[in-house]
């Protein structure tokens, strides 16, 4: 789980961000999610797959694992039920664990001082092992709807992050209306690979408080 405090140092897209954003699709056809402001959940697989993972659901149980190996799953209860619900004998969720405000909105305050740890839940949005079956080389938009149809039952403690198949620019504009930390874009057709590629991009709402924060941690 990668807390903010020890963020790895990507380099953030804000001006102009409007046309990163527009220029997302470029020659390649992408599919663009709201990022949340949350603790992200990174995969960390040895060769075989099902191994110390983030949101891993296998033999050993339920563990929610951060990026220092820490097991955060009796922390957050909720996520972790709704991982332990899940129809499949074992998988591999790559997620944000979110702290929601009265709005809705995801704020990470909520969860860096532990307001209301019973209460968050994971965003959801790749799939990387599914009943043992390491789904890594498949296309991202195989891997969504895999991941949406292992989320078809309602559960409050995980939820499936919309993507969406249109112009970047114009999920960038109705994200930054929302008050969201910004997009990321996924070229589709594109298989798993860990940390950063060129088949992705994020861009961030300069106005977001998790943008704020992180160019206010940067400057300390």
Request: glycine content about 10%.
């Amino acid at each position: 789980m990668r807390c903010r405090s020890g963020k790895a140092r990507w380099k953030t897209k804000t001006e102009n961000s409007d046309r990163s954003a527009s220029g997302a699709q470029g020659a390649h056809r992408h599919s663009h999610g709201r990022e949340p402001d949350g603790l992200h959940l990174p995969p960390r697989i040895k060769p075989a797959v099902d191994h110390g993972a983030q949101n891993r659901r296998g033999g050993v149980g339920v563990k929610l694992i951060t990026r220092k190996g820490v097991d955060l799953a009796q922390r957050f209860p909720l996520a972790a039920a709704a991982i332990s619900a899940l129809p499949a004998r074992s998988c591999i969720v790559d997620a944000e664990a979110i702290a929601c405000d009265a709005n809705g909105l995801s704020v990470f305050e909520l969860l860096r001082y532990r307001r209301q740890d019973d209460a968050v839940t994971l965003c959801a949005f790749d799939l990387l092992e599914l009943d043992g079956v390491d789904l890594r080389r498949e296309p991202i938009e195989v891997r969504k709807r895999t991941l949406k149809g292992l989320l078809r039952r309602e559960d409050r403690g995980i939820t499936f992050n919309r993507h969406f198949g249109v112009e970047g620019a114009i999920v960038y504009r109705r994200a930054c209306a929302l008050g969201c930390e910004g997009i990321v874009s996924k070229r589709l057709g594109s298989p798993y690979r860990p940390g950063r590629q060129d088949c992705w991009i994020k861009v961030k709402n300069p106005a977001a408080p998790a943008v704020r924060r992180q160019a206010e941690e940067d400057w300390a």
